[in-house]
């Protein structure tokens, strides 16, 4: 299972599309209605929406012979919208299906929506529409839009990957947007890392030192109250294994160890940008721990090293600037440098980057390509969720 942001107009995540995937390595969709059902189920009612994208919605694709499937009412109404594929044909019975789906309170989504009027006969019977952004008409699209929202339904725009096109689709008068457009930067030229990360950039700077003692990083840390206290405080998390026995700025570098704490000022500069809510620290702490969980489970050297790469993986974004520039300016050990630099150099590093990246899109292909099973990509994409959801917490307290 993976899951996708959907984003508002203000740029804040209000759904999360999940993609599902069987242990055979089928995608939903390509599975008998049976193991569709049992796909879903498992997904959303054992492991619990709460976990899978806490209090947003969750859209699902539901192939057309699961529709009827008496399982799809186990999936509660106001927490759910559900997914239309795009290679239906608009029969009577889809639409008394449609009809009764909706009567129970459901909303339905029609997916990869193309202006073709092929499927206009099912708009009156769903609430929102899904438009594949690559394939539109730009010239069209904004009258296209318009034409929807004059007939009362949400418009999303999916697959919107750059700033640009966000914009584009923005103006067009969009309501919701799909696609990994907050995690590309936004080039600023001659940025440079601003100063109110001081601290953090100076003992970013100095973890990379072989030779740095604890009593200087106690120094460093001890000069910023604020940061002292946040790493107390999740050095006292249970993400960590304690339960509140870390008092002293020694005992929690002790506990979390130097090459996690390299991980964490990263993760505490992103905070600092972003004011603690940012998605892109909710993609930042998911995929770092997805690295470090996936590098554990391949029984890879220093899986501490493999969540520093995941985190930092998305400063460009954070800072809005172009990797090159953010890596001349926070110095790291030169094997992680250059991962970042190109996540496709042969390496464990790489390896296991690039799996989380395919797992975050849910491009099950890659993942298969990349030698492991599905069950193991769910196990460790749910306590990478779980860990991400309690340091937040932590850095928002």
Known sequence: MARQPIFNRQGTVTAFELLFRDSTGKSVG???????????AQSVLDIGLDTLVGENRAFINIPLELLSHPALLLLPPKRVVLEILEDVEPTA??????????????????????????????????????????????AALRRNVAKLKSMGLTTLAEKVEEKDEYKLCLNCGFDLFQGYFFAKPELVPGAAVKAGTGTLAQLLHELQNPGVTIVRIEELLSSDARLTHQLLRIANTAAFGTSGGVASIRAALMTVGTV???????????????????????????????????????????????????????????LGMKMSDVLVQIPLAEDLKAVLLDPTKPGELGDVLRLAQAVETGNWPAVQALGVDPITVGDCYMRALHWSDEIRSQLAA
């Open 93 to 138: 019975e889809l639409i008394e299906t449609m009809k009764s789906l909706k009567s129970k309170g459901y909303t339905i989504a029609l997916d990869d929506f193309v202006f073709d009027g092929r499927l206009d006969s099912l708009l009156p019977y769903c609430q929102l529409v899904k438009v594949e952004f690559p394939v539109a008409d730009k």
């Open 260 to 318: 996690r704490l390299t991980a964490l000022v990263g993760l505490m500069m992103i905070a600092e940008r972003s004011g603690g809510h940012s998605d892109l620290l909710t993609l930042g702490t998911v995929r770092a721990k997805l690295c470090e969980e996936l590098a554990r489970h391949f029984g890879h050297s220093g899986p501490d090293r493999h969540f520093t790469v995941g985190l930092l993986s998305v400063l460009d974004a954070v």
């Open 30 to 40: 390509e599975l008998t209605s049976q193991q569709e059902a049992a796909a879903i």
